[in-house]
Structures are given as C-alpha cells and as structure tokens.
C-alpha cells in the first residue's frame, strides 16, 4: 500500500502523536530513523512502520505502509528527510525495587532527559520522573536517549509522595556545593539520588525534608554543570553494574 | 540611535557572521541574552551591543546600538525572541602548558562540543579542538557552554601534529571497553583524554600511536554514553581542581 495524500487519514493520526494530549489518549509515540525503529523491534514496542517508497523494510511481522516523500516530510518531525518511521507502544511504567534510582524533579529540557536516560541504562539506574517534568515521548527526548528508551525501567510520580512511601532508598540531592563531596561518599545502601531543575533547581518541599546532600567538585569559575553530566557523574560513581 | 530597516548594512553585517566563513574573516562571533552578553562582558571580550528599542543596557563603555523587533528577530538565530545581542572579539588560541587537557578528534554535534567546553571549565582542563570537529563559535556550541566559552583555554591543532610536538602528556583514548576501567587508573602525570567522534569514534591515525585506552564501566545494555558525558566523567575522574 502506497500513501500519497497528505490528507490521508493515517498519516492526519500521525501528525497529531506528535503532541502528548494524543500520545497519551492513544497510547503511543513515534520514532524516526532505522537505529530507532530497529531498537522497537528488538524490544517488542514496535507496532507499525510507515516508509518511504524506495526503503526495502525487513522486520519480520510488523505492517509497513510505504509512503511518498512528501507525505514522510509532514510526519517527521526532524529538519533531515527520514525515510522510516516506527509506531511504538507506550511503555510499561515499573521500577525494578532492587535498583538504584534517580528521581528528577522538573527536568525541562528533553535533550537532558534523554541523556539522563541513556546514562540511567549504561548504569543501571531506574528512572522516578517527578510531576513537572517534559514528556518522556517527546521525539526529542527520544532522540537523545539513543535507542535506550526501550531499555530504561520509569514510572511518572509526585516525587514527595514517593519519598514518603518508599523508604528503603538512601536519598541523596544533588547540589552545587553542600554536603558531602561524592568522590568522599560511602555507599551503604541502595540510593536514590534528586536531581533538579535546570535554572532553579531542587524544590523547596523536597530541600526541606530530611535529606543529605552530595555534590560533584568543580572549579569556582564554572556556574554548574550540565543536569544531564551531573547525573551522570552521580550514577557513574554510585552505580551497580554486576553482569 | 534606532535601526528600523531590514536592509540596514549593521544588520546585513551582523547576519553575515552567522556564517563560519564570515566570522573566520572578521574574528567575531555573537551571542544572545543577558547571561551570555554579561559573560563576554565581564571577561572582556564585548565589543558591541546590539538591543531592543525598549531594553535598558547598562554595560559601561560599550556602544550600544538599538534595533526593532523585527531587525533583532532577523539577526537572531533562535526562535524564541532575544532582546540582546553581544558581537564579540574571537578568543585568544592559548592552552596552559601545566594544565590536563582534552583533544577532542572530529566532534561533529555542537552541543556535544559546548557541554564538554563547559564541564572542561568545571574541571580544570584545556581543549585542543581537532581539525574536523564543528566550529566552536558556532550559536548553538556558545549556547550549550552556559557562557563557559569565555572561561575556556583552546587550541586548534591537527591531533596527530600535536601530539608529536608534546609528549609531556601522558596521553589516554576514552574507548568503549578497551584498557583500564577508570575507576582504576592511577593517574601520575598531566592527562591528554582523547575523545573520538559521535558515530566513528577515534580515528584509525591516531589509534595506531602507542597510546593506552581507558574506558567508563557500563552495562551491556547500553552501547555507549554520550561523547560530552563520557569526557565529563573522565574529566571529573582525572581533574586537578586546586583552589
């Protein structure tokens, strides 16, 4: 099956997954390009492919529909022309308990999630996101975790309502310069660290609860770092990788 | 005074060193929004505003121009609407000999770029920028260095060159899963971490010098970290911060 309309009603139901009222509604997202689309399939999130006309797709059991140029330009939502894009479900939200966690409190960036992410599966950490973070669907969020979302366990949460019904996890906030230089931290058990919006940082409810805080050294002439790099860092230092 | 035409020959300037070629000939590059503007301030690198009719610039001693909103939308690279912007003198090519560096072979992702000139900042490293990585005044590079372009040492240098003409350094390439887990290097020397690029990693020149690998321990699952995050961690593994 060939689509050439733009006004074709599957690619008018395309258009709208790009915006998360209808994400949401529908239960799915999108994504662009074969290593994306590729890493759907290996985790079984892949329902649907659409392709431009020329593009020889091998994913066994999955429909593809191909489409012209003209049509993938309106569905993408990348300035580079694609050529495949993948229908993926939604996916399970569930924390592994036995796992370290970072828990984000108003990420707004999707570039500092997605690497936030793809640092989360690298070290083997789960992903709480707080209340007034950005949508974990949008494309480029996706984009940047590089394939991980598939990989990554998260689920959505008031961040003070989980603190308060979780307490196994040592809580550490992440600072600029209070508290215990990480380099120096001794890890006794397992850990959840908050990291905090990029300008204003960590909330005054989550500060004003019983917490230790940790920080990463660096040289007075450097405001902060990156919130993707930090929790990075943070992970890297703290994190379990038994394989 | 006020530039209201688009056609304006400050303008048709300003727009030109939007252009790598254009600011290479000028040895200008340009900035948006109070935080960076102030930046370029404060270390000395401002050379002229150029400001909204209705914003109050209050830096001592450089011309301000004033624009309309439609002339600064069109000098502007960014979507979102900027009130300021700085034009500022091209950074002076010096590293500190003492210092640890980063050699940085054909980064291509700007962002990527800017997030290690900013963690450089944070951790006390120099940057020697190869000669196929993406131009380090480039708007969005600036833009992900948080104004830490103005506190970097950087050189441009084929790598290969530079590494002949210094071996001070001990000399390390960030590698996937190669040589000596980070956590375990014993660090006796000034460090040179060679980061490769996004897609290709270090090029095959540069692999066949006698060099040793260091890696970031990380979970199968995960093919690799981020560039701008790995070079953090090393940074943050490897820095000298004495102050």
Same mark, same amino acid.
């Given at each position: ?28 997202? !999108? ?12 985790? +079984? +999130? ?9 593009? $020889?797709? =091998? ?5 593809? =529909? ?40 108003? *990420?707004?960036?999707? #570039? ?16 709480? !996101? #707080?209340? +007034? ?59 959840? *660290? ?33 919130? #993707?790099?930090?929790?990075?860092? $943070?992970?890297?230092?703290? #994190?379990?990788?038994?394989?």
């Amino acid at each position: 099956m060939l689509i050439t309309s733009l006004t074709n009603d599957k690619v008018k139901n395309l258009v709208k997954l790009q915006t998360k009222k209808y994400r949401d509604e529908e239960r799915k997202f !999108l994504v662009e390009g074969d290593h994306l689309v590729s890493e759907a399939y290996k985790t +079984n +999130n892949l329902i649907e492919i659409f392709a431009v006309e020329d593009v $020889l797709v =091998t994913f066994a059991d999955i429909p593809v =529909t191909y489409v012209t140029k003209e049509v993938m330009k309106k569905i993408s939502e990348q300035t580079s022309s694609t050529n495949i894009i993948g229908v993926c479900k939604y996916i399970n939200n569930k924390i592994d308990e036995n796992k370290n966690i970072v828990l984000l409190d108003s *990420i707004q960036d999707p #570039g500092n999630l997605g690497t936030i992410i793809r640092s989360a599966v690298a070290f083997n950490f789960d992903i709480v !996101l #707080g209340d +007034n973070s950005v949508d974990i669907y949008n494309s480029k969020t996706i984009r940047s975790t590089e394939g991980m979302i598939f990989n990554v366990n998260f689920i959505k949460s008031n961040l003070i309502d989980f603190i308060n019904n979780h307490n196994d996890y040592k809580y550490l906030i992440a600072d600029m310069n209070n508290g215990t230089d990480i380099k120096n931290y001794n890890k006794t058990n397992k850990v959840a *660290i908050i990291m905090g919006n990029e300008g204003n940082g960590i909330s005054e409810s989550i500060r004003n609860l019983d917490i230790d805080y940790i920080y990463i050294k660096q040289s007075s002439k450097c405001e902060s770092l990156n919130v #993707g790099v930090a929790a990075s860092i $943070l992970m890297h230092e703290l #994190g379990d990788i038994n394989e």
